[in-house]
């Protein structure tokens, strides 16, 4: 089944620690993005990769960091540096980039800082 | 910058009814808009795909209409059934640098037996 695989689903952090959230496309898409989600706050983008070994900041990406190193994988590394880092990750992925393709979404990984 | 605005934000209907979401953009200069669902704790489902050249888009009992001029898309859900119930997303692509895709709020929807 073609897809997005987003892991760990949950996952626990001290303060002070990075920690790496992994998502795998099998789609064979293009584009790759990362979205945070908080409550009553929507979807606000990090990070995006149009193209592998390409990547651009989002409107919130202070605190993160990404790779794009294969086409299929876009791991977001969260950084001691975020200061509120507790919150719902989502990976995306589309065939073209720049808003043309349909957004496709893995899972989610849930964050919490204790 | 664009900006999508979805009203209301919570909506609670009887099984069986026929509802409508609305979902207002600021910047009328789109080549697609997309709705998307949202079950509590998961990610997004994409539902419809509305290209500009496009009018509506169905799928099901489901359906999705744009109207650019006057910066609008509605989704129309038939019979709704408690199934139905979960959170609902449209987003549009900003003109800004990627063009990428800027969210509404959600409309979170119950569908009552």
């Known amino acids: 089944d073609g897809g997005i695989t987003q892991s760990p689903k949950y996952l626990f952090r001290k303060e002070g620690q990075n920690v790496t959230l992994s998502c795998e496309q099998n789609?064979?898409?293009?584009?790759m993005y990362w979205y945070r989600q908080d409550p009553g706050q929507g979807l606000r983008l990090i990070y995006y990769?149009?193209?592998?070994?390409?990547?651009q900041k989002g409107d919130i990406a202070e605190g993160y960091s990404v790779s794009r190193e294969k086409k299929e994988s876009f791991p977001l590394t969260v950084t001691s540096a975020q200061k509120n880092p507790t919150a719902f990750y989502l990976c995306a992925s589309s065939l073209p980039g720049g808003g043309f393709g349909e957004l496709f979404f893995g899972e989610g990984s849930r964050l919490t800082v204790l | 910058k664009q900006e999508v605005t979805q009203i209301p934000a919570a909506l609670s209907v009887p099984e069986g009814e026929n509802l409508v979401l609305n979902c207002s953009f600021t910047d009328s200069a789109i080549y697609n808009l997309q709705w998307f669902r949202q079950d509590p704790g998961k990610g997004l489902t994409s539902l419809l795909l509305?290209?500009?050249?496009?009018r509506e888009q169905t799928s099901g009992r489901l359906n999705a209409s744009l109207d650019k001029s006057s910066g609008r898309s509605t989704l129309y859900i038939a019979a709704s059934q408690p199934g139905d119930s979960a959170t609902y997303l449209c987003?549009?692509?900003?003109?800004?640098?990627?063009?990428?895709?800027?969210f509404g709020g959600g409309t979170r929807l119950m569908v009552k037996p």
């Open positions: 789609l064979n898409h293009d584009a």
């Open positions: 987003a549009a692509p900003g003109m800004g640098a990627g063009n990428m895709l800027t």
């Open positions: 990769s149009q193209i592998v070994n390409d990547f």
């Open positions: 509305i290209q500009s050249s496009q």
